[in-house]
């Protein structure tokens, strides 16, 4: 499963949260404490991470900072494009000369 959350807010104990209303799911056993999950944020920046409670509809999720990979947003045209690790894409014809 691949929850978006905002790496910046954390709980006390490291913890990330994310709603179930944006999950898209309701609160049922898929989504219980040990699941892992794939971790994401607007940035492209992403990392693994295990649920380790959901209260009222919330998770909090412990990411594993050891599975990071950098994203970095590279805009081509009006359209988004996210590359891990550094690297730059580029659409056809606009190569750098």
């Keep these: 499963m691949r929850l978006r959350v905002d790496f910046n807010q954390r709980e006390e104990d490291g913890t990330v ?7 898209g799911f309701v609160e ?3 989504l219980r404490s040990g699941v892992a999950v794939e971790l994401w944020d ?3 920046d992403a990392c ?3 649920v380790m409670r959901v209260e009222g509809g919330i998770m ?4 594993d900072y050891s599975t990071w990979r950098d994203g970095i947003a590279v805009h081509l045209g009006n359209l988004p494009s996210y590359v891990a690790s550094g690297s730059v894409s580029y659409a056809p014809g606009l190569l750098p000369a």
């Design 17 to 23: 949260w994310v709603t179930m209303r944006d999950t």
């Design 42 to 44: 607007d940035d492209g």
């Design 28 to 30: 049922d056993d898929c």
């Design 60 to 63: 909090f999720v412990k990411p």
């Design 48 to 50: 693994f991470g295990t």
